[in-house]
């Protein structure tokens, strides 16, 4: 069954000195999701934000929160990410030896369970585990950074997973994150992806051309 488009605007983009203000712009562009991305300077080479920060901007939206934990190890951490407001935790196969236990954590705590992929993992990975799973995230840059070129060859990855979430017959989304652009985000749509995170290509521009590049965005041009 073929979803909607989804944009979920990445805030690693935004101006972290105005961030509320930066939240209810591209919630009022349009945004579906906002994607909030946490380094841990361990897991990847650099240092973003937690979960008070996420606590703190979680009364200036409604919209989903959808939170990409890139840090290891995962588990200590839910618990307090869930008290933030996340609606979809997120965390990456390669964080940890026992994805499973990690997904039931996350079910537990009243939210929807991600996966991440880095670029170098096949899909075949989490063929075991699709049936618990809300959320595929197929990173097309090597998590850590905004601003990277998107990966073109990870395509084959994304139509990989659409034909195994069809197959499912569940409700999962398949979300691709990392150099989405006016360019890039027809690819991954034609590839399969039905929600695209954005940073750059979001904030280019000011908050008066927010909802024009989401809209953009979501029609694949
Ligand atoms: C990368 C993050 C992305 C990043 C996307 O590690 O997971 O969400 O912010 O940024 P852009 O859209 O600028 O590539
Ligand atoms: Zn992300």
Not at 24 to 40: F, K, P, R, S, T
Not at 58 to 84: G, S, W
Not at 175 to 187: L, N, Q, R, Y
């Amino acid at each position: 069954m073929a979803k909607p488009i989804r944009i979920a605007p990445s805030i690693l983009a935004a101006d972290f000195s105005r961030l509320a203000e930066e939240v209810q712009a591209i919630d009022e562009a349009g945004a579906d999701y906002v994607h909030l991305d946490v380094m841990d300077g361990h897991f990847v080479p650099n240092i973003s934000f937690g979960p008070s920060v996420i606590k703190s901007l979680r009364n200036c939206t409604d919209k989903v929160f959808d939170v990409h934990l890139m840090i290891a190890p995962v588990d200590p951490y839910l618990e307090a990410f869930a008290d933030a407001g996340a609606q979809i935790i997120t965390f990456h196969w390669e964080a940890g030896a026992h994805s499973h236990r990690t997904m039931q954590a996350i079910r537990a705590l009243g939210c929807k369970v991600g996966m991440a992929l880095n670029p170098a993992t096949p899909a075949e990975v989490v063929a075991p585990l699709i049936e618990d799973l809300d959320l595929i995230l197929v990173m097309t840059v090597n998590p850590g950074f905004g601003g990277q070129s998107y990966i073109v060859r990870m395509a084959e990855k994304i139509a990989k997973f659409r034909q195994m979430i069809d197959e499912t017959g569940r409700d999962i989304d398949l979300e691709v994150d990392g150099g989405i652009s006016f360019d890039t985000a027809g690819k991954a749509i034609e590839a399969g992806a039905d929600v695209l995170v954005a940073g750059t290509a979001t904030f280019r521009g000011g908050p008066a051309q927010y909802a024009a590049n989401i809209a953009r965005m979501r029609a694949g041009d």
